[in-house]
């Protein structure tokens, strides 16, 4: 008899457990973050904010009054997806490439944080302190939105964001400021790890698609980078490139314009489902 009220006592509390974290398997939740063209530089225009499908969702990461966001909670995805007065970014075109690609019962979700300006160092969790004392103020002014540790804002996103859904994968756009840096990829992996680790997520269940920067033909300073970005796959074996040539860019020759940032993002999109053995195009 004890026996049996052991196994109903056990049994009672595995389907409550279920319960009370069950996630939507039907629900995939991608980690973004990067310098200013994954925040967002470029001013998002009426054809981003309008037509805004319930399907992409954005978990804001900051509480944005003016916005009605609260730090925590899912919005119907619109931008600005990273901060409350960033841009457009690769991520926005990336949710709605992949909703009207995807069956209708599979829902997007995008978590973003980013700093214009860092170097990959900043999410380094064991070494972001040292490298924050030396910014310079705006920099500094950046990070404190997310209480200091933006790589311990996005971990705390990402264990709320999946009580709901399915962490399917991550996202990445930086390297501007560490250009010609040859250990950039192994600097990458360490962040990609402590993701892995932190989160108690597989890396074939989890790729990492990084984006490169501005193109050469499109006049990028830093194009020289994308070499040294393109080897990434090397260093992690399950990291994607995704392609930048003639994604618009402007004057600058930094950051993409609105629709370099919706070409870029389309191709993200593209590049995930190229990983799960889909074609974007319809």
């Known amino acids: 008899m004890r026996s ?8 009672v509390m ?5 319960k009370t974290f069950a ?13 200013s063209n994954m925040e967002g530089h470029a001013r998002f225009e009426t054809v981003d904010t309008t037509k805004a499908n319930n399907r992409f969702r954005m978990l804001s990461a900051v509480d944005c009054p003016d916005l009605g966001r609260k730090k925590g909670e899912w919005y119907t995805a619109r931008p600005p997806l990273c901060r409350c007065n960033t841009g457009l970014t690769p991520s926005d075109y990336f949710g ?3 909703v009207d690609r995807l ?15 860092c170097k990959i160092e900043l999410f380094d969790k064991d070494n972001y302190q040292s490298y924050v004392s ?3 103020d705006w920099l500094k002014n950046m990070v404190k939105t997310y209480d200091g540790n933006p790589y311990e804002r996005l971990v705390e996103m990402a264990k709320l964001a999946r009580k709901k859904g399915v962490i399917k994968g991550i996202l990445l756009h930086q390297g501007e400021s560490d250009t010609g840096d040859t250990s950039w990829p192994e600097k990458v992996k360490t962040v990609y790890d402590n993701l892995l680790e932190d989160l108690r997520l597989k890396a074939e269940e989890t ?5 490169e920067l501005v193109s050469g033909e499109q006049g990028g300073k830093c194009a020289g980078m994308n070499a040294i970005i393109k080897t990434l796959p090397q260093t992690i074996p399950t990291a994607h490139i995704v392609s930048s040539e003639g994604c618009e860019a402007i004057g600058d020759g930094l950051h993409f314009s609105a629709e370099g940032y919706r070409e870029l993002g389309k191709r993200y999109a593209e590049v995930m489902l190229s990983v799960w053995g889909m074609d974007l195009q319809k």
Request: proline share 8%.
């Open 96 to 98: 709605r490439a992949l």
């Open 103 to 117: 069956p209708e019962n599979i829902r997007i979700g995008v978590i973003n944080v980013s700093v214009g300006g």
């Open 23 to 35: 996630q939507d398997p039907d629900f995939y939740i991608f980690l973004a973050f990067g310098q």
């Open 4 to 11: 049996l009220y052991t196994f109903i006592s056990c049994a």
């Open 207 to 211: 790729p990492l698609l990084a984006g």
């Open 134 to 136: 030396d910014a310079p």
């Open 14 to 18: 595995l389907l409550s457990g279920s």
